[in-house]
């Protein structure tokens, strides 16, 4: 098996890399360190490992590295830093919509998707938005509230 | 409104400024922006990757092992069979750090080399350059079987000539309850009612499959960053080893989800094998598929209730049998056991109280530890009982439950008096009545409404002598420093210790700074286990940060020239009760403290009760430090057509003696609840002939975001528990109803029950044709 | 353990083509990947050379031709969801794309792949099926035009011939007389395998007659079919209750299910008999 060289635009980084054509994009993200993108099944059941590839909202663990050649990717880091947070991470902070959090990155980039085209989502939007991300330890409600509420803050302070 | 809601006794709990809020808890940011890292996102220079080789029969004799192929490979630094390391024994028994009696016969060897018990026992470790080559190492390895007859059901497992898979024979544990006289008990009875229930597996299906990565100090210390619950596995880990308690250094993690699937060694014990044996940092990540293989699952059990009821409801007499699947080991089988005795006749009154408890090992996966601790099988159990009881006698569920229900100050089957508020009935109306009006049915879709009532202890059983320690101290900008060995497992456990020290020493939370689950560097706190941190470690956080306060307002009291008692810390500062406007800045107060050579600083442990094992042939005894009650209410729309069930409500009231983060408790009540209705009505372990036929999130089903509504979650505070301010424990309570309370609903939906779970379409189609 | 491939990224559908001319039945189709690189995990594509389409325009895009709507091969599932044709010519095409796998998925998964996949379970098949849908596959030397019915042969088996990919689909826009429904039983509520599925469309003539009707079902036999004695039954005549039920009854004689860990054989053809009732019944309230 052949190495291929790639690029990768990763939260307005770029990286060049050789990989192995069967090398997905999550293990590549996780091996240059982007370890928020989260590694739960490697089967699209979980959603915790997914990113943003072109705007769009994708499982990384469904995309082969080379598949995403010259794409721009996003993780939830690279959405904000503590000092400064995403509307959606401090409403997830704030809500208590994280418990162990090792879903909460995929989350709010499956919630950030649904807000991109739907400022205003009912909660049954939220649910389905997150339907692919599974929580095993709050049981969603927090989640759905986080959602909610960074939803009428982004609305009010023109962010997001 | 289908009851009454019962009103509560007058409870006077003070306000607080830092306890009871619901504040952005101080581990959340940090998972919100991915600085969090977790135990797969480290790594090591000149990191190794390990993998495990997993026997692929249920039950066999290894007849040959060769892994020359594999070792020869380039890029591969090691491969470990059982013969290399032949006294790598785990005791597969309650953990940690009070150092209690090794029960006989109840070690694993961390790899096989004679024998496999079960499908994926693990049986050679390799490391390898990368987690590629490691994989074309596993593919190399060789192994001969002779399969052996296995035995895959408890009840032919018990049977005489039924292959022993681990000798003398396949009983791992029984416990037995011998109160009052159960035979003249069902001779005053107008009624015995007899039922079996079967309860299944649960797999714990945390987000994050296991991980970690160990290496060799400068210290010589064999150091392991893992996520585990119990940080206190280094001294097992050092037995298994073969080196010195003190040169085995566990870092803890935040863990990704442990519900118990973290509390024994998970890979910490190969990690410290394969690091030891090539002196370089090794790292391993499972794969869903082989976290599935690798952890424990939640015991089946078989469970047969036959009690005896006067005509209004009251219990004369409760014989139940009880019989669980450990699997091929024991681990904690003997303890979850001994829980589902204690909680087997519910929390009910009864004078006349017969339990025998078997748990016996098949070579089926093995099972252990899973949030409940053997407590929801028995509750779903003894709830079902008593709603087919109910339905025996023409009375409603809640009258029967309100004549038996246990008030304060009752005796337990063992025994054990309870001391704290036992709210069921006021749990129960309220759980109700958050249901509201019942929706009516249409077409061939019945709705019904259910609820389950509990007691779950909270603490570790009371003769295990369970200690915690923290320490507490201030700096000198007015912060305050934890240190605590507790793991995070994200339900607040960290955040608790801070908004105690946060309302001791009168600071916001954002000035107190934690540092926790270091086995080397902070105090042992103890496992995230039993819903014991925040009772234990949050006892002992508040005993070290009232150490400080009191001097603190020692200090003070000279200063203002005011009793200790006219004063009070808030908001960074020290002041006078009765005239707020005179303070002095904590920052000032602790530079005179330090000047002047006073302890900042302090460090103490919280003792549980200590008491001795309860009597072997009558059960009784105190057992736990307290209980917490609650119930749980569903509404249900079954088609009865297809058999699909939909939740419509649901609804938990649980007396959480007092909430220290409002919002982390209706965290747990709402993520536990929502467990156990996945529990009830979805979750399928397959297992057929030892092996899991769900493997894998694609065939085990979860609930997802779209599966069930919100949970209400209706906060009590009795104020009390045994833990800081009067609070309970509800990390493991708030899922224990959860699956009852549907079986509940969808029975009274159907008007037939169905006394096994999960509830799935085919099984209630089954009921009602047998109607 | 992880297949070692070649992964090729074709710039344009000519350029795929020339490589899967090349590599005969070497080469293997890499679109959404949402089936695909799961399976290359587990080791399934040993030595193959991958030609990547995710990225090909040209299979991309919904439009209405000439009475038909036409999609290419490469649109995700989420496209379908979105795309205003869909939602007003192909409802229950739609209805299925809503309950596909998950939005992450959903992003990701195209039309194309989930037919040349061939499960059992594929989603997309009954309401394509039920639409009348045809694919057009094409390689360097040809091009042809394979009804649905006939495209999927077995349970992962097409006739889809090495060389050739699925560049698009159509189905006739049906008539403003018509209605779709479809249902999809699960064991959960979302991102589920389906136990089973239907998918049904029926035309009513203004005198109420029923002039077409199709009805599909989905993993209940090796392949996602339509149940035509079923539809026959209910050609040239007014329905009613009765008519529906026996539609609904040989609908369910017609299916060949196996049990597996989702659900009995049994429970799947129970349940395909009070699906397809309900769906008909729904279809004709929907036109009266």
Redesign the interface.
């Known amino acids: 098996m052949k190495p291929q060289m790639i690029t990768l635009h990763i939260n307005g980084r770029t990286h060049y890399v050789a990989l192995n054509p069967n090398q997905t994009l999550l293990v590549a993200l996780r091996d240059l360190g982007y370890t928020d993108v989260k590694c739960g099944c490697e089967k699209g059941d979980c959603g915790a490992c997914a990113v943003f590839l072109n705007g769009v909202a994708v499982n990384s663990c469904l995309v082969l590295a080379g598949q995403a050649d010259e794409g721009e990717i996003l993780t939830a880091a690279g959405l904000g830093t503590s000092e400064h947070p995403h509307p959606l991470q401090t409403a997830f902070s704030d809500a208590g919509a994280i418990q162990c959090g090792y879903c909460t990155p995929g989350m709010i980039v499956s919630a950030k998707a649904l807000l991109d085209h739907k400022p205003h989502p009912t909660d049954t939007e939220i649910r389905d938005a997150i339907s692919g991300n599974l929580c095993r330890c709050t049981g969603y409600a927090q989640i759905i509230q986080a959602v909610q509420s960074a939803a009428e803050k982004m609305d009010a302070g023109g962010e997001g | 409104m289908k009851y009454q809601v019962k009103p509560l006794p007058q409870v006077d709990l003070p306000e607080l400024r830092t306890v009871g809020k619901?504040l952005?808890?101080v581990?959340?940011?940090?998972?919100?922006?991915?600085?969090?890292?977790?135990a797969?996102?480290y790594s090591m220079p000149r990191m190794l990757y390990g993998k495990v080789f997993r026997s692929n029969q249920s039950s066999a004799r290894i007849t040959r092992l060769d892994v020359s192929k594999a070792r020869a490979l380039t890029g591969v630094a090691c491969v470990i069979t059982g013969f290399d390391v032949p006294n790598a024994r785990l005791v597969s028994d309650m953990p940690g750090q009070t150092g209690q009696k090794q029960r006989a016969g109840s070690d694993v060897p961390v790899l096989a080399s004679e024998q496999v018990r079960f499908y994926g026992e693990p049986i050679a470790l390799v490391a390898a350059e990368t987690p590629?080559i490691a994989?074309?190492a596993l593919?190399l390895i060789e192994v001969d079987y002779e399969p052996l007859p296995g035995v895959y059901d408890p009840l032919e497992a018990m049977k005489p000539g039924a292959p022993i898979v681990t000798p003398p024979d396949n009983i791992v544990a029984r416990w037995k309850i011998r109160k009052g006289d159960v035979e003249s008990g069902f001779e005053q009875a107008d009624l015995i009612v007899e039922n079996t229930f079967r309860i299944p597996y649960q797999e714990?299906?945390?987000?994050?499959?296991e991980a970690g990565v160990a290496w060799i100090d400068e210290r010589g210390a064999i150091t392991i960053r893992v996520s585990t619950q119990v940080v206190e596995h280094f001294r097992t880990i050092a037995r298994a080893v073969g080196v010195r308690q003190n040169k085995i250094h566990i870092q803890g993690t935040?863990?990704?989800?442990?519900?118990g699937g973290k509390e024994d060694i998970t890979i910490e014990i190969y990690l410290a094998l394969l690091a030891k044996h090539t002196a370089r940092p090794v790292k391993m990540?499972y794969?869903?598929e082989e976290s599935f293989l690798a952890h424990a699952k939640r015991h089946p059990y078989i469970i047969k209730h036959r009690t005896g009821v006067k005509n209004n409801g009251l219990i004369t007499a409760s014989k139940i049998e009880m019989i669980s699947d450990s699997g091929a080991y024991p681990y904690l089988s003997p303890y979850v056991l001994l829980y589902t005795t204690v909680m087997a006749p519910g929390p009910y009154r009864i004078n006349n109280v017969q339990v025998d408890a078997i748990s016996v090992a098949t070579n089926n996966p093995y099972t252990s530890a899973f949030r409940g601790f053997g407590g929801p099988q028995a509750c779903f159990a003894y709830e079902q009982q008593m709603d087919d009881i109910a339905r025996q006698l023409g009375l409603d569920p809640l009258e029967v439950r309100k004549v038996n229900y246990l008030r304060t100050g009752d005796l337990t089957a063992t025994g054990q008096v309870i001391e704290s508020a036992a709210w069921l009935e006021e749990t129960a109306t309220r759980a109700m009545a958050a249901l509201g009006e019942q929706t009516p049915d249409y077409g061939s879709v019945k709705i019904g409404q259910g609820f389950a009532s509990y007691f779950q202890s909270y603490g570790r059983i009371t003769w295990m002598h369970d200690t915690s320690q923290a320490w507490v101290g201030l700096e000198l900008d007015g912060t305050v420093t934890i240190r605590a060995g507790v793991p995070d497992?994200?339900?607040?456990q960290a955040n608790s210790l801070c908004q105690i020290a946060a309302e001791v020493l009168g600071v916001p939370l954002e000035r107190v700074t934690i540092y926790t689950t270091d086995s080397a560097l902070t105090p042992l706190s103890g496992t995230s286990t039993a819903t014991r941190q925040l009772y234990m470690s949050g006892n002992a956080a508040l005993m070290a940060a009232t150490a400080v306060r009191n001097v603190l307002l020692n200090r003070a009291s000279k200063y203002f020239e005011e009793d200790i008692e006219a004063l009070d810390l808030a908001d960074g500062k020290a002041f006078i009760k009765s005239d707020p406007s005179q303070t002095l800045d904590l920052v000032d107060l602790a530079k005179m403290c330090a000047s002047e050579g006073m302890h900042l600083s302090n460090l103490a442990l919280f003792k549980a009760p200590f008491t001795d094992p309860i009597n072997p042939e009558t059960g009784q005894g105190q057992v736990f430090p307290d209980f917490t009650f609650g119930s749980f209410a569903v509404e249900v729309a079954v088609d009865t057509?297809?058999?699909?069930v939909?939740v419509l409500k649901a609804a938990a009231c649980h007396d959480v003696g007092r909430a220290i983060n409002r919002?982390?408790a209706?965290?747990q009540i709402?993520?536990?609840?929502?467990?156990g209705l996945g529990y009830g009505l979805?979750e399928?372990l397959?297992v057929k002939d030892g092996v899991i036929?769900?493997p894998?999130?694609?065939?085990y089903?979860?609930?997802?975001?779209?599966?069930?509504p919100?949970?209400q979650a209706i906060i009590l505070e009795s104020g009390t528990g045994l833990g800081p301010f009067g609070a309970k424990g509800i990390g493991e309570p708030s899922l224990t109803p959860a699956a009852p309370a549907a079986a509940s609903a969808i029975a009274n939906a159907l008007g037939v029950s169905i006394p096994e779970i999960p509830i799935?379409?085919?099984k209630i189609?089954a009921a009602l044709e047998r109607a | 353990m992880q297949s070692e491939i070649e992964l090729h990224h074709p710039k344009n559908l000519a350029e795929a083509l020339n490589l899967l001319a090349h590599y005969g039945p070497d080469g293997k189709l890499l679109a959404g990947g949402t089936n695909m690189v799961v399976e290359l995990r587990d080791g399934h594509y040993n030595g193959k050379s991958l030609v990547d389409l995710s990225r090909l325009k040209e299979l991309r895009g919904i439009s209405k031709q000439d009475g038909y709507i036409v999609i290419g091969g490469g649109t995700t599932i989420t496209e379908l969801i979105d795309h205003p044709l869909i939602g007003a010519h192909a409802g229950v095409l739609k209805e299925a794309a809503c309950l596909f796998a998950n939005p992450l998925v959903r992003n990701r998964a195209t039309v194309a792949g989930n037919l040349v996949d061939a499960s059992p379970a594929a989603d997309t098949a009954p309401p394509l099926l039920a639409l009348n849908a045809e694919v057009q596959l094409m390689s360097q030397a040809a091009t042809r035009w394979v009804k649905l019915e006939d495209f999927i042969t077995g349970v992962r088996r097409t006739v889809l011939q090495p060389g050739e990919l699925m560049v698009a689909l159509r189905w006739p826009v049906p008539s403003a007389r018509s209605a779709g429904a479809y249902t999809k039983v699960g064991l959960r509520k979302a991102d589920a395998i389906s136990v089973l599925s239907a998918a049904v469309m029926m035309t009513l003539d203004n005198t109420g007659v029923c002039v077409q009707t199709s009805i599909a079902l989905g993993a209940v036999s090796p392949k996602p079919y339509r149940a035509h004695e079923a539809e026959a039954l209910l050609i040239g005549k007014v329905l009613n209750t009765a008519l529906i039920t026996e539609a609904a009854r040989l609908a369910a004689e017609s299916t060949r299910p196996i049990d597996d860990i989702r659900g009995t054989a049994a429970y799947r053809k129970r349940v395909v008999a009070i699906t397809v009732r309900r769906l008909l019944t729904k279809a004709a309230e929907v036109l009266k």
């Not at chain 2, 581990?27 to 977790?38: E, F, N, S, W």
């Not at chain 2, 935040?254 to 519900?259: A, L, T, Y």
């Not at chain 2, 089903?701 to 069930?708: C, Q, V, W």
């Open positions: 619901p952005r808890k581990d959340a940011m940090g998972k919100a922006v991915g600085d969090t890292v977790y797969g996102d590629e994989d074309k593919s714990h299906a945390y987000l994050e499959p935040m863990v990704g989800g442990g519900f990540v794969t869903r497992l994200g339900a607040g057509e297809t058999g699909e939909t919002a982390a209706e965290g709402i993520g536990g609840g929502m467990q979805m399928n397959i036929k769900t894998s999130l694609t065939e089903l979860i609930p997802t975001s779209m599966d069930f919100d949970i799935t379409p085919e189609l």
